[in-house]
């Protein structure tokens, strides 16, 4: 068994980071992914840098577990082909602009004509209805608009400032597959599939709202620009490095007090109940600072921990690969792929007791798969290599099709 989606046949229509990460978090947990891309050309991840074999490490990282077609959708035959495979799958996923897919003759009316009970899942920025459903958008315009880069800021009075990951992209990948595995058990319940839609904007508004709109969540209240919580963001610096300690409880702060060696802040009424701690947060922190700065990070977790006061390092990238937590979790996992050669990634972070998700290919390169794909359709080699010489298909790295085309020669 090789996860709880086994069985399960993905079309994935979609570029770049969100939808293509969507689908390969379906594939780790068993899905068949069939990633349908533009012959000559793919997935524009493809394209980016930090290379090895012709892949790049994005591009490896987000469509591992997929089969790779390439098919021309502006062709009549590049349509129906595509048709002809989601007529025997369970999801079809594209993140297309709105309007773009309906033009292609591929939207979902097109693909619940010939698979009525489809999962169709529409991805997109904006959504498909408002202002701003046809501009372009890529993950920092979700972050501006959503207000994250005022949240990250720390104030409204502070200039705006960009997560330095693409949090929107990954959030909303993370809900698709989510929506796209809910849709899936109400299928099972009912027997019917249907239209999933989902924009980055919406779902990073719901991200953010469990904590971070707390003013805004009562609509009759009148709200005033957000002060900072804090000038300090619980980075803190060390003798050598950087680290964060939190405390929430009275005795999480009564084990910082012990281990800090001042335990005189326990008689300081600024500090003697949380909401007092609140109230002098910037106090508390810069008194808190001073003193870490007296020793070592190792240090100071040794002495921390044993105070039962929560704390990490502030590692680099380097740093948590070798960390013993990490290496400990067996978070990652060393594949051998056929182009790029010696891979680390991550596994799936979801452990399934009894359908463990797998690694059982890494991405494809481009039109790899065409024959197979094809082929269970019922199209005959004959069938392929035409298609193929029509520009229909492209069968870029496909070695069966090559095999096909030089005997056919």
């Known amino acids: 068994m090789s996860g709880p989606f086994e069985g399960v046949k993905i079309v994935d229509l979609t570029t770049m980071l969100s939808g293509p990460w969507a689908t390969s978090i379906l594939g780790d947990q068993g899905a068949d992914v069939i990633k349908v891309e533009v012959p000559g050309k793919g997935d524009h991840v493809r394209s980016l840098g930090n290379q090895r074999g012709g892949m790049s490490s994005m591009f490896l990282n987000i469509n591992r577990n ?14 129906d082909l595509l048709l002809r495979i989601a007529e025997t799958a369970d999801v079809f996923v594209q993140n297309f602009r709105p309007g773009v897919v309906e033009r292609l003759g591929v939207g979902y009316e097109d693909v619940a004509g010939v698979n009525p009970n489809i999962v169709y899942m529409s991805l ?39 997560v330095r990951t693409v949090l929107p992209d990954k959030f909303s ?66 003798k050598d490095g950087y680290m964060t300690v939190a405390v929430m409880s009275d005795r999480e702060w009564h084990g910082l007090c012990k281990a800090l060696e001042r335990e005189e802040w326990l008689e300081d009424e600024r500090f003697a109940t949380p909401s ?17 700065l007296e020793r070592t990070t190792d240090e100071w977790m040794r002495i921390l921990e044993a105070c039962g006061v929560p704390c990490a390092p502030a590692l680099t990238r380097n740093g948590v690969v070798e960390h013993p937590q990490v290496v400990a979790s067996e978070v990652l996992v060393e594949t051998e792929h056929p182009a790029a050669g010696r891979l680390r990634q991550t596994r799936n972070a979801a452990r399934f007791q009894g359908s463990p998700a797998t690694h059982r290919a890494g991405a494809p390169q481009l039109g790899e798969h065409c024959t197979e794909v094809l082929s269970a359709l019922g199209l005959s080699e004959a069938d392929i290599v035409a298609l193929h010489k029509r520009g229909i298909i492209g069968g870029e790295n496909d070695p069966a099709l090559r095999a096909y085309s030089a005997a056919a020669e």
């Open 276 to 292: 007092a701690r609140d109230e002098h947060v910037d106090e508390r922190l810069e008194l808190t600072q001073q003193v870490l």
């Open 124 to 162: 997109s920025g904006f959504g498909e209805k408002g202002p701003w459903v046809h501009k372009p958008v890529y993950d920092p315009v979700i972050q501006a608009l959503s207000g994250l880069t005022t949240i990250q800021a720390g104030s409204d009075e502070e200039r705006p400032r960009l």
């Open 173 to 238: 990948a993370m809900t698709a597959s989510q929506a796209i595995g809910a849709a899936l058990f109400r299928r099972e319940r009912t027997g019917r599939g249907q239209h999933v839609r989902l924009s980055m904007l919406d779902a990073i508004l719901q991200f953010l709202w469990a904590s971070d709109y707390g003013a805004q969540t009562y609509p009759d209240a009148e709200v005033s620009n957000q002060a900072a919580a804090s000038f300090i963001d619980l980075i803190y610096e060390t």
């Open 66 to 79: 997929k089969r790779s077609v390439t098919l021309d959708l502006k062709k009549p035959e590049g349509r």
